[in-house]
């Protein structure tokens, strides 16, 4: 695993035209590299400065990838580890750790094995990134180009709307890094989708991932203004293959945490889960959903301490103090089982240990932390470059892949954005040989 890639000697100055539109982590790394190899990089944003999104990522703490192994790393991007893995082997969790400590943000390991800066934020990495694109290091620096929101093509020209109205540019090679479509006040708005599909690049639909979703039958007032915004720590999320599937063949089962909104749930556990719930309420228009609310407890250690007998006392409190099931939990309890149910002691038993919840749909794309879909893979050349469009290449959250939270996203699009890079410097170098007399 990252194994440097052989590239072409490097080249001073070229006088080849390369643009970067889009300022995100994928465009900034296509960025870093091209400039190394030192070509006059241009990098154009939509928005009045870049990295946007990935300032924002910071503000919870900025997850910049997860330390486990590489098996197991590749295995959250799910059906996309192939498309993704030449990328990721060539820049790893450790280059990512690597690379954050070069520029002064050197990293630790959270307690769930998460990565993060000792700062925690993203804005001094991307401070000192942005210094050295702007060649702190002795490097030609990257032009910035803010407020430039690219909006398609006129002739062979790139057209950007402005301040000053429309600018046209032409470029020898263009690596898109537009990202998804999610919070789109932040620059990633997915308007690029009909201006590549316009031009024969195949997309598939940008949807909501790592993001939450609505409860099909909608909190009564009393759950939502009691328990809205409350964790659900220590439980345990089960997503069914199909209503009334078998829970051993369950499409997703993971321990740990979440929280209650408004019209239904949110958080890490949750997202991870958002794959398995979109395809079933792609297929069943509703995903099924258990919930154990005591994962540490065997269904019979339950049944027992629910059978001991109760005396005088309210079931709520013999559930607090034979089980500690207190405050949401108890809350979720009584918001989802009839009277009858919560009066029989064995079906009470299993409800704590698989709590049946509906999900009726996903939250807004706009609000996701990412979206899944993107530029098909089968629209990419060998390389990055897309089939329809010689010399323009993607990177970043803009391809069809989907991983969960954990520093999955940030790294591949890491990566995706070194690759482009590389792949550009071998096209413009397969260029200048061609034209180059012999
Ligand atoms: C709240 C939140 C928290 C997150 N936390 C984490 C985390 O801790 N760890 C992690 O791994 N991931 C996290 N992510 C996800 C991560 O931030 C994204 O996956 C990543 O930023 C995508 O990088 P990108 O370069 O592909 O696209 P983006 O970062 O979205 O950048 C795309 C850029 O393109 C520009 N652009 C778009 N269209 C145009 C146009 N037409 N013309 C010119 N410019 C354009 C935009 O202005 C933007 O600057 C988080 C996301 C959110 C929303």
Same mark, same amino acid.
């Given at each position: ?96 750790? $690597? ?117 099909? $039958? ?94 005088? $006392? ?125």
């Amino acid at each position: 695993m990252n194994e440097p890639v052989a590239l072409p000697a490097p080249v001073q100055s070229l006088a080849v035209r390369v643009a970067i539109i889009g300022g995100g982590p994928a465009g900034l790394m296509a960025a870093d590299v091209l400039s190394s190899e030192g070509y006059d990089v241009q990098l154009f944003d939509a928005m009045p400065s870049v990295g946007r999104k990935f300032l924002l990522a910071g503000r919870g703490g900025l997850n910049l990838t997860h330390a486990e192994a590489m098996p197991a790393f590749m295995s959250r991007y799910g059906g996309f580890a192939e498309e993704l893995s030449t990328a990721i082997a060539q820049f790893d969790n450790e280059a990512v750790r $690597r690379w954050s400590s070069e520029l002064g943000q050197n990293t630790f390991i959270g307690s769930s094995h998460r990565v993060f800066p000792v700062g925690m934020k993203a804005s001094p990495l991307l401070r000192a990134w942005l210094n050295r694109l702007q060649g702190s290091d002795g490097r030609k620096p990257v032009r910035f180009h803010a407020r430039h929101r690219w909006i398609g093509w006129e002739g062979g020209d790139w057209v950007f709307d402005t301040l000053q109205g429309h600018r046209h540019f032409t470029f020898d090679a263009v690596v898109l890094a537009l990202g998804g479509g999610s919070w789109a006040r932040l620059g990633s708005d997915g308007a690029w989708v009909p201006l590549l599909e316009g031009r024969g690049v195949g997309v598939s639909p940008l949807v909501a991932s790592n993001c939450g979703f609505d409860v099909q $039958r909608p909190w009564s007032d009393h759950f939502r203004s009691r328990y809205a915004g409350h964790p659900l720590k220590s439980v345990a999320l089960t997503v069914l293959s199909a209503p009334g599937a078998d829970p051993d063949q369950a499409l997703f089962r993971r321990k740990g945490e979440f929280v209650a909104t408004d019209t239904g749930f949110e958080g890490s556990l949750i997202y991870a889960a958002s794959a398995a719930a979109r395809a079933q309420l792609a297929a069943h228009a509703s995903a099924h959903i258990l919930i154990d609310l005591l994962p540490d407890h065997s269904l019979e250690r339950v049944l027992l301490e629910v059978a001991k007998p109760r005396g005088s $006392r309210s079931l709520s409190t013999h559930l607090k103090s034979r089980l500690g099931l207190d405050g949401i939990k108890a809350g979720l309890l009584y918001e989802v089982l009839s009277p009858e149910t919560l009066k029989d002691e064995r079906a009470l038993a299993i409800a704590i240990k698989a709590l049946p919840l509906v999900l009726g749909a996903s939250r807004p794309l706009d609000e996701a932390i990412s979206s899944a879909g993107g530029v098909c893979w089968d629209a990419l050349d060998g390389q990055h470059g897309l089939k329809a469009l010689p010399g323009v290449f993607c990177a970043g959250e803009m391809l069809d892949w989907d991983a969960p939270t954990g520093g999955y996203l940030l790294t591949a699009c890491l990566a995706l954005g070194r690759k482009a890079g590389q792949d550009v410097h071998r096209y413009l170098q397969a260029q200048l040989a061609v034209s180059r007399p012999t």
